[in-house]
């Protein structure tokens, strides 16, 4: 299976083998100058944007490449590692996923908000998002998310990434409460955070109350 990062890093090559930058690869392509360009292959919420077969089809096309010189320019992807419980389980393109409800228990994290512990299961992801240390996945169980996440969609969760203000965080709290909100505010003693759910109350909490925080950098809807 390709990944989302094998693909993007061919057209790269592609481009730089006509002495191009991937804006005047689209160009020449007659797409928009936009369209290759790195901001544009996540969107805003962290999810993967594939370039279309069509886009692909113009390029090739514009450089007189063919299927098979696009396919040599993707390299293997790297073996990858994620640290779970007792040490490092080869990952490949699994992160340990585990449900909101059972997220509040005690022993599935350490106390930077990393995945430790026993209980979890593995998931698969796309290789680009699985080399980032300690990213894993949560399961949304239940309607308290809605419109924004429904029940069975996957979130995924870097914990030690920067958090920026109206990001979409998810909060443990020392009392073991464990939410996705969106970040409102947050100050040297003190956060604010915006319900997904109108029909939920926004809530506050002291810096001393919350245990971790942690950004969602891509969901599965």
């Known amino acids: 299976m390709l990944s989302h990062e094998q693909i993007w890093g061919a057209i790269d090559r592609l481009a730089e083998r ?3 930058t991937p804006s005047g690869l689209a160009r020449r392509a007659g797409l928009d100058a936009t369209s290759f ?5 996540l969107s805003q919420d962290g999810r993967l944007r594939w370039p279309s077969t069509e886009s692909i089809a113009k390029i090739l096309d514009a450089t007189g490449a063919s ?5 040599s320019f993707i390299r293997p992807a790297e073996p990858l590692t994620t640290t779970v419980a007792n040490g490092i389980l080869p990952s490949g393109t699994s992160i340990p996923l585990i449900g909101f409800a ?4 005690g022993g599935f994290f350490d106390d930077g ?3 430790a512990g026993q209980g979890w299961d593995m998931v698969e992801f796309p290789v680009a998002a699985a080399q980032r240390a300690g990213v894993y996945a949560l399961e949304v ?5 809605l419109p924004l996440y429904r029940d069975g969609d996957i979130l995924i969760v870097e914990p030690g990434a920067q958090i920026r203000k109206n990001d979409r965080v998810v909060v443990k709290t020392r009392e073991g409460e464990v939410m ?4 409102l505010r947050q100050s040297a003693k003190s956060i604010e955070l915006l319900s997904l759910n109108p029909e939920h109350p926004n809530r506050s909490f002291d810096l001393a109350d ?6 969602i950098i891509w969901a599965s809807q």
């Open 18 to 20: 006509h002495a191009l």
């Open 37 to 41: 360009n790195k901001s544009k292959r």
């Open 67 to 71: 299927l098979e010189q696009f396919m």
């Open 102 to 105: 059972q997220a509040g228990a």
């Open 113 to 115: 908000g990393f995945p």
């Open 141 to 145: 169980q239940g309607e308290s998310m």
């Open 180 to 183: 996705a909100k969106v970040l």
């Open 210 to 215: 919350v245990e971790w925080i942690a950004r």
